[in-house]
């Protein structure tokens, strides 16, 4: 590359000392030079100004699954965390750490000489000092406001508190990626274990994470922070915290990663937002906004085992209908017999880092033959039984429109069993002419919220609705007829570890009769072992226990449901639904309810059953 002209050169020159000169006109923020005023008595006034504040989700057995906003660990001492650790900072990020006064000037004019020879600014000189100031007081400035405020006051902000309390500080409030902050939090997100029992390895990859932590850490790029670790090896050496050989051998040892904790992490994006939400809901209306400490932690129904086994049965699935698929998104929300939702995707980009919209709950989709549930159920509510006798011949909408079979078949005459278990459109619409009301008010009673138009084409589910309160009607169903409502947290903990929050389970609402919950349960099964739902037949084993489900296919291969249930999977059984679409609501290539769906859903059970019994 050519040099830059002598005119460029100056220029730069001019472009970074002009900044600095003109910042120091403007006012230093107060916090910055009188650290110990009435605000700040002590190190930890320090360490807890300008936190934010976030939630750290745990699942249902404690096992961690990710963080939104600012969570932070154990606030930890120098005397508790590992000297290498240290030693792996001052070598990496401000090797003459221990000889300036809070500012290098040495490193100031390395930083100023490359710039000017090179044509860029490469090289930033900030010292550890500064770089705790950016943190704690300065993060908010722009560049050169916070260099001039930094160069004015580092010496006064070192000379206060002290090199080892400017450590302190950095080590618990600087961010790791992965959510987080404090080097506490981070050794227990990556490694599974806390700070002080970190090896040199694990320290030298959370040191060299800092210039970037959400794109080096070890979670998103292995190979990057493997990378990186040896060039904080190579600095300790070079600056005789450790041996050439010590160094080298480390770098040859392979990290042992909390694994579970990563893929967790990467599966429950939805979930986490959603749950995040209702938190800061929750939060509101107790706190306002003066939320007490940095770090609530929330305990919610999530199993991290369960959602492991959705996302593997939604990848392998897709894998194998990719062509069919094209880009279609996937939705699954699984739930246990009183609302618990144990797992949840709410589309193929699982840790939801572009896409945040959770198709499993806020989508409203047609549900197409999922929704002859209610039909059917308004249907034995008046008396009739699976064996009477219902008519599946021709018929047509008032507006001529002929109502389609999707087999093509129009019997004058079949059981209410067989037209539930084939998805008879006609006998549907049938049952539904002049009951219309009575089949909005059966789906009302389960849960179902959103808006029904009482007409004939809730037989054929035209009313768009969610997954998750399609599935918690099922799930209603599966319980033997007690109303269902999914929700997602056991337990919330304020930053001091008191409960502030503790699910109570609402009084039990019938919803249903029991015998007519029995029989719908029957009809389900028989959806399952002769009818629409044939690919989601579950092994023998399985199967005795009790199973059952309905798919639903929307025109033009709109929408693609399958919702059932399984008992005793999972302990007293699981209900899960699946949707699959388009979220244009463009047409798929041929998938219905009982192709795609229904192969998540049987793979999601059998492997639910696998990891839980």
């Given amino acids: 590359m050519p040099r830059p002209s002598l005119f460029r050169r100056a220029a ?17 923020p107060a916090q910055a030079l009188d650290l110990f005023g009435d605000e700040f008595r002590t190190v930890d006034d320090v360490l807890a100004y300008n936190r934010g504040h976030g939630v750290r989700f745990l699942d249902r057995q404690g096992r961690f699954i990710g963080s939104i906003g600012e969570t932070y660990g154990d606030t ?52 550890l000092t500064q770089q705790t100031m950016k943190l704690i007081f300065l993060n908010r400035y722009n560049r050169w406001s916070r260099k001039a405020y930094e160069l004015y006051s580092a010496s006064d902000f070192e000379e206060q508190l002290g090199k080892k309390n400017v450590l302190y500080l950095y080590l618990n409030r600087a961010y790791f990626g992965f959510g987080a902050y404090g080097v506490d939090a981070a050794a227990r997100v990556f490694f599974g274990k806390p700070a002080g029992k970190l090896s040199l390895k694990e320290s030298a990859m959370l ?50 990663l909390a694994a579970a904790n990563k893929a967790a992490v990467l599966s429950t994006g939805h979930f986490r937002e959603t749950a995040k939400a209702r938190f800061d809901r929750f939060a509101a209306d107790r706190y306002g906004g003066n939320l007490p400490g940095p770090t609530f932690t929330a305990r919610t129904t999530l199993d991290r085992d369960l959602q492991a086994a959705a996302l593997r049965s939604v990848e392998a699935t897709v894998k194998r209908h990719a062509k069919s698929l094209g880009g279609a998104e996937v939705a699954l929300v699984a739930l246990d017999g009183d609302g618990a939702i144990l797992a949840m995707i709410g589309g193929r980009d699982a840790a939801a880092r572009r896409d945040h919209f959770n198709r499993a709950l806020q989508a409203r989709r047609q549900p197409g033959s999922a929704f002859k549930l209610f039909v059917f159920l308004a249907a034995l509510e008046r008396g009739l039984t699976p064996d009477s006798r219902v008519d599946g011949s ?14 093509n078949r129009y019997p004058s005459s079949l059981t209410l069993a067989d037209a539930f278990a084939h998805s008879t459109n006609t006998a549907s619409a049938r049952l539904t002419r002049g009951h219309a009301e009575e089949v909005a008010a059966a789906a009302r009673r389960l849960g179902v919220e959103s808006p029904l138009e009482p007409d004939l084409g809730l037989a054929l589910g035209v009313s768009e609705v969610s997954l998750l309160e399609i599935t918690q009607a099922y799930a209603a169903v599966a319980n033997g007829g ?13 930053p001091a570890g008191r409960t502030i929050y503790s699910y109570t389970p609402p009084k039990a609402e019938r919803a249903i009769d029991p015998q007519t919950a029995a029989t719908l349960k029957f009809m ?72 795609v769906p229904a192969e998540i859903w049987r793979r999601f059970m059998v492997e639910a059953a696998r990891v839980k019994g």
């Fill in 207 to 256: 040191i060299g994470a800092l210039p970037a932590p959400s794109r080096l850490n070890p979670f998103a790029d292995l190979e990057k922070a493997e990378a990186k670790a040896a060039l904080v090896l190579d600095a300790m050496a070079d600056a005789g915290f450790i041996t050439e050989r010590t160094a080298e051998q480390t770098k040859r040892q392979r990290p042992m």
């Fill in 394 to 407: 021709r018929m047509e909408f008032t507006d001529g429109r002929a109502i389609r079979n999707f087999d």
């Fill in 76 to 127: 930890l001492t120098l005397e508790k965390l590992p000297k290498h650790l240290i030693q792996a900072l001052i070598a990496k990020e401000d090797r003459r750490y221990l000889e300036h006064d809070g500012i290098d000037f040495q490193g100031l004019a390395r930083a100023l000489a490359v710039a000017v020879t090179s044509g860029r600014f490469s090289q930033g000189g900030s010292t």
């Fill in 12 to 28: 730069l020159a001019l472009t970074l000392a002009l900044p600095l000169l003109s910042g120091l006109s403007a006012p230093l």
């Fill in 482 to 494: 007690s109303k269902v409502d999914g929700y997602l947290f056991q337990r919330i903990g304020d």
């Fill in 524 to 595: 389900l099964g028989e959806v399952m072992r002769d009818g629409t739902g044939k690919t989601a037949r579950l092994p023998a084993a399985l199967a005795k226990r009790g199973a059952g489900g309905k798919t639903g296919t929307t025109n033009d291969y709109r929408d693609a449901w399958f919702i059932g249930f399984a008992d005793g999977v999972a302990g007293r059984g699981l209900t899960v639904g699946v949707w699959v679409g388009n979220d244009g609501n463009t047409p798929m290539k041929g998938v219905t309810g009982g192709s």
